[in-house]
């Protein structure tokens, strides 16, 4: 049985890694998608182990000790991360599983798990970017000025990713098919299949 391949996929806010992430699942449900922790309380509507995994600070802690958490950022004092244990599993099985995290998540999966493959989406250029942070209509002038300069610091980071990806208004469909497509391609890459086909005639 293959095993199956990590895929991150992070951006800036406003570079619609949410949408996409949902259309790419919900058209390829032999992508697993990994359920985040956080210690912050269920908003209305959210599900335990559905859109979160809710747990206490103390506990999100015990877990970093002990190395059940594979990244973690903090956002408005309260723990995000990623569990170790369901990722493992997924893979194992032979199933491949996105990780859809903030860019620092990102780097510090990129560093403790070989192979992983890191895809950055991105508006197509800062007036988009701008525009979208603003028409939300749910964040203050301080923190849109904060998420826009928070962007231009992580969108330098793109050549530590594998592949970047533009999300086109309006194309979030197409969007996710192109990384369906990186994801189909990884599969047929020289380091993921050398072993396998080799055996077969040596």
Not at 37 to 62: C, L, M, Q, W
Not at 75 to 91: D, F, M, Q, R, S
């Amino acid at each position: 049985m293959r095993k199956g391949i990590l895929f991150i996929i992070s951006g800036p806010a406003g570079s619609g890694k949410g949408t996409v992430v949902k259309e790419l699942i919900s058209a390829h449900s032999e992508i697993a998608l990994s359920v985040s922790a956080t210690t912050r309380n269920p908003r209305p509507g959210e599900e335990n182990g559905v859109h979160y995994y809710f747990i206490s600070k103390d506990e999100f802690e015990k877990r970093i000790e002990r190395g059940e958490i594979l990244e973690y950022t903090t956002y408005c004092e309260n723990y995000y991360g990623t569990p170790l244990k369901e990722v493992k599993k997924a893979l194992d099985s032979g199933k491949d599983i996105i990780l859809e995290i903030e860019v620092d998540g990102a780097m510090q999966v990129k560093k403790k798990v070989r192979g992983s493959i890191a895809i950055m989406l991105t508006p197509p250029d800062a007036e988009t970017l701008e525009r979208r942070l603003r028409g939300r209509g749910t964040e203050t002038e301080d923190v849109i000025k904060w998420r826009l300069e928070r962007a231009k610091e992580e969108i330098k980071l793109l050549p530590k990713y594998d592949y970047s990806v533009v999300n086109e208004d309006g194309k979030s469909n197409e969007c996710a098919e192109l990384i369906y497509d990186i994801i189909k391609a990884e599969h047929q890459n020289t380091k993921n299949t050398k072993k396998e086909i080799i055996k077969k005639f040596i």
